[in-house]
């Protein structure tokens, strides 16, 4: 407590403490968070455990080279996003310490992170695209192709949409980093400037 | 063992909690306007805290210490919200009910003077305002140095600064 003889600030003390704006109950709100992430959690494992059952299923369990292949690739490529991810994001789930500038440096650590992890799903996505979806999408051509004079039409109808979200939503992520690392950065260096 | 630990860790953060909501919810309200975003950012400071709870080793005050995470989330929340214009609705008293009875004279005049140092403490720079807020809320100079990572020096520059900022904030109101 400071002691002060100071009236002013004694006066907008009395008056700050005087009003506190109405707000919910927090224990209740926080119980229920805690709840929910741990529900978060699990259901994001499940989906990583799962993606890896599919493509495991797809890959031991299909007679057809293409689809053997297919699911492999995806094996692979999950694992690898997995572990770049994780390795990507080490170190930027929480401050050093509980400084100030601990905390903007997380964040602008974070930003980083997010611009690598977005930089590295492009080249993913185009490394499943050309190793993958290409040599898979051949492979149906080459049975599909001679029975349905519609083949290119179904794939542009299903692929075109999904690369054109794929690519705007990336720049737009991109973007939105971009513009966090450069405001976390700016706040740093102002932060470590003597006042 | 570890469960009697966490029951009593969880005791303790229940109590903190409960003691400090009331400036944590004043905190909240001078980094955001809108009523729906400043309970976001409530919950988003309480959060925080029960995160880092555990990792309180009483190297500061427990005041400090939950009022640098609270700033710390305060400030991340300005960096990334630019503020909203004042709406009528969203002024410090628009939610509390209207009283049936007209209210005397001097309280409306209490009220009113609370407006205003709200709506001068809002409107101040971040750099002024986060040394503000914690001068108001009782923070010796010591824990303001802690909260913010500077030294008591500095921490006496800022208050001078922002103390005559919201002097003319005040001023400029009236």
């Known amino acids: 407590m400071t002691k002060t003889t100071d009236d002013e600030l004694d006066s907008w003390r009395t008056e700050w403490a005087s009003q506190t704006p109405p707000h919910q109950d927090l224990q209740v709100w926080l119980s229920g968070a805690r709840r929910r992430a741990t529900r978060e959690t699990a259901w994001s494992v499940l989906g990583v455990i799962a993606m890896f059952i599919i493509y495991g299923v797809m890959a031991f369990q299909s007679t057809r080279i293409e689809w053997v292949a297919l699911g492999l690739a995806g094996c692979v490529f999950a694992a690898l996003g997995v572990l770049v991810m994780a390795r990507v994001r080490r170190g930027t789930w929480k401050p050093v310490n509980q400084s100030t500038r601990a905390f903007l440096e997380l964040y602008e650590r974070r930003a980083r992170a997010q611009l690598r992890l977005i930089r590295f799903s492009a080249w993913l996505g185009l490394g499943w695209l050309v190793l993958v979806g290409v040599p898979f999408i051949y492979s149906l051509w080459k049975d599909l192709a001679p029975k349905s004079n519609d083949f290119f039409l179904g794939v542009a109808t299903g692929l075109v949409p999904l690369l054109v979200v794929s690519v705007w939503s990336m720049i737009r992520q991109h973007r939105r980093a971009t513009n966090d690392q450069r405001e976390a950065a700016a706040l740093l260096a102002e932060y470590q400037q003597p006042t | ?174």
Not at chain 2, 106 to 119: D, G, K, P, T
């Open chain 2, 1 to 174: 063992m570890a469960s009697a630990q966490d029951s009593t860790g969880k005791r303790a953060f229940e109590q903190v909690l409960e003691q400090y909501t009331p400036a944590l919810s004043r905190l909240a309200a001078s980094y955001e306007r809108s009523h729906g975003t400043r309970e976001e950012l409530l919950q988003e400071i309480v959060l925080a805290l029960w995160q880092a709870w555990p990792s309180f080793r009483g190297e500061c005050s427990e005041r400090a210490f939950v009022f640098r995470i609270a700033h710390n989330r305060g400030l991340t929340h300005a960096w990334k919200r630019p503020p909203a214009h004042e709406e009528l609705d969203e002024l410090p008293d628009a939610r509390v009910p209207v009283a049936s009875e007209p209210l005397p004279e001097q309280a409306v005049a209490e009220r009113e003077r609370r407006n205003r140092l709200h709506v001068a403490v809002r409107s101040l720079p971040l750099a002024h305002r986060e040394v503000v807020l914690l001068l108001l809320e009782d923070l010796s100079h010591a824990d303001i140095a802690e909260v913010l990572g500077i030294t008591e020096n500095n921490v006496a520059v800022r208050l001078n600064r922002a103390r005559a900022a919201l002097r003319a904030a005040l001023e400029a109101d009236q």
